[in-house]
C-alpha cells in the first residue's frame, strides 16, 4: 500500500510537466500541418465567426444572437463545403504523418542519377519534372500517363526530357531505382500567390505537392534553373548542393548511402530542337 501512494505522489509530481509535454508535442503538430497547407484561411474565418458571435453576446445583440444559435449548424456544413480541399489537405497530412519514427533510413541511391540527368537538362535549357514518391498513392497520376516499370538511369531520363518525345512535356514518377511512369499529368496548383512568371511545370509541381507528399524536382525550360515542391511549397532557384541535401532530408538518406549507379558524359551534346 506504501508502494502504491509512493507510486501515486511521483505521478502526481510529474503530472504538470507530463500534461505540458503532450500538449506542447501536439500543438507543434498542428502547426507543422498549418503551415504546410492552406488552413490558415479555415483559422481566420473560425475567428471572424467567433469574434462576432462575442460581440453578439457582449453587447446582447439579440437579432444577431438568434440568427447564430439557428444557422450554428448549418455554419459546420457550410464550414466542411467551402473549405473542403483545405480540411482534406490536413487530413491527408495527419494519415501521411510519422510522428514517432526516429531515425529509420532506406537506401535510395537513385537520386544522383536523376541529378546527373537534371545538370546535363539544365545546362541544354531543357525542361524537366521529377516527382519522387514517398508515402501517398499516386496511381490515378501514373495512370495519366505512359507506366514504364523501367530501371531508373541518367540516360533514360536525358532522352526522356531531352528529346521531342511525346512523353517530355508530362512528369516522371520515380520511386526507388524504378521509373514508374512518364508523360503523366498534373493537377495545377489552386494558391492564388504564386508568381506570374512561373511556368506549367512549376505550378504543377506545386499542385502535385498539395495533395500528395511527394517531393518534385523542376528544372526550368527558360532559365535552367533547379527548384523543389514540396508540402504545398515551392522553393525556387535552388543550387545543385541545396537540392541534394534537401532531397537527402526529405527522402530520407544517409550520405553513405549515396551511390551513383550510372554516369553519362556531361560534355555530350544533346540533340534535337528545343521545347
Known amino acids: 500500500m506504501n ?16 500534461d505540458i509535454g503532450i500538449l506542447t508535442f501536439l500543438l507543434y503538430k498542428v502547426y507543422q500541418i498549418i503551415s504546410q497547407t492552406n488552413a490558415v484561411q479555415i483559422i481566420k474565418s473560425a475567428v471572424i465567426v467567433i469574434i462576432a458571435y462575442a460581440v453578439a453576446v457582449i453587447f446582447q445583440l ?31 497530412k ?47 497520376f501514373l495512370e495519366t500517363g505512359t507506366k514504364m516499370n523501367a ?54 509541381a506545386l499542385g502535385l505537392s498539395e495533395v500528395t507528399d511527394c517531393v518534385i524536382l523542376i528544372v526550368s525550360e527558360e532559365t535552367g534553373a533547379f527548384s523543389l515542391a514540396y508540402d504545398s511549397k515551392l522553393h525556387y532557384d535552388l543550387t545543385s548542393e541545396q537540392v541534394t541535401r534537401i532531397l537527402e532530408r526529405q527522402l530520407d538518406i544517409t550520405p553513405d548511402q549515396q551511390i551513383i549507379e550510372d554516369t553519362i558524359d556531361e560534355h555530350k551534346t544533346i540533340t534535337g530542337k528545343a521545347d
Not at 74 to 80: D, H, I, K, S, Y
Request: with cysteine; proline share 3%; charged share 20%.
Open 151 to 204: 530501371d531508373l538511369s541518367s540516360n533514360l531520363l536525358v532522352t526522356i526530357f531531352g528529346h521531342n518525345t511525346p512523353l517530355h512535356d508530362g512528369a516522371c514518377f520515380i520511386k526507388g531505382n524504378k521509373i514508374l511512369s512518364a508523360g503523366c499529368f498534373l493537377p495545377v496548383s489552386e494558391q492564388y500567390d504564386i508568381k506570374k512568371t512561373f511556368g506549367t511545370r512549376h505550378r504543377a
Open 94 to 140: 495527419l494519415g501521411q504523418g510519422r510522428w514517432f519514427t526516429v531515425g529509420s533510413r532506406a537506401k535510395h541511391t537513385y537520386v544522383d542519377s536523376v541529378l546527373i540527368a537534371a545538370e546535363m537538362l539544365s545546362k541544354q535549357k531543357r525542361g524537366m519534372l521529377v516527382c519522387f514518391v514517398r508515402h501517398t498513392k499516386v496511381d490515378n
Open 3 to 18: 508502494q502504491f501512494s509512493t507510486l501515486l505522489k511521483i505521478y502526481d509530481g510529474i503530472r504538470p510537466v507530463l
Open 62 to 92: 439579440k437579432t444577431m444572437m438568434w440568427i447564430f444559435s439557428t444557422l450554428a449548424p448549418g455554419l459546420v456544413l457550410v464550414f466542411a463545403i467551402v473549405f473542403q480541399p483545405e480540411l482534406r489537405k490536413v487530413f491527408l
